[in-house]
Nanobody
Framework: QVQLAESGGGLVQAGGSLRLSCAAS????????MGWFRQAPGKEREFVAT????????YYADSVQGRFTISRDSAKNTMYLQMNSLKPEDTAVYYC?????????????WGQGTQVTVSS
């Protein structure tokens, strides 16, 4: 059974940094696209960043472009999100997402979520 374990959230002042991790277990992943999403109170879950398992391509939401960096360690089956220059509007629960198949769908694997709070 696939499990995604997230860690690295916390409370940080505006301008600070955090690094989120998402460790996948129960299956070997390859040739897929993984990603990070976030959900702020009262808002819908939104896309943050994606990365191809090979690491060759990344894609970011406009709101985080230039501040966040997505990466992965294939040997550790782990994906990361380095967040710099954090802003109060980055406050949300952050989730990692891995596809159940080779493409994203409604039955994908999601992490449990990790809270990121940015104070002004």
């Amino acid at each position: 059974q696939v499990q995604l374990a997230e860690s690295g959230g916390g409370l940080v002042q505006a301008g600070g940094s955090l690094r989120l991790s998402c460790a996948a277990s129960g299956r070997t992943f390859n040739n897929i696209t993984m990603g990070w999403f976030r959900q702020a109170p009262g808002k819908e879950r939104e896309f943050v960043a994606t990365i191809v398992w090979s690491g060759a391509r990344t894609y970011y939401a406009d709101s985080v472009q230039g501040r966040f960096t997505i990466s992965r360690d294939s040997a550790k089956n782990t994906m990361y999100l380095q967040m710099n220059s954090l802003k109060p509007e980055d406050t949300a629960v952050y989730y990692c997402r891995f596809p159940r198949g080779t493409r994203w769908g409604p039955s994908d694997y999601w992490g449990q979520g990790t809270q990121v709070t940015v104070s002004s």
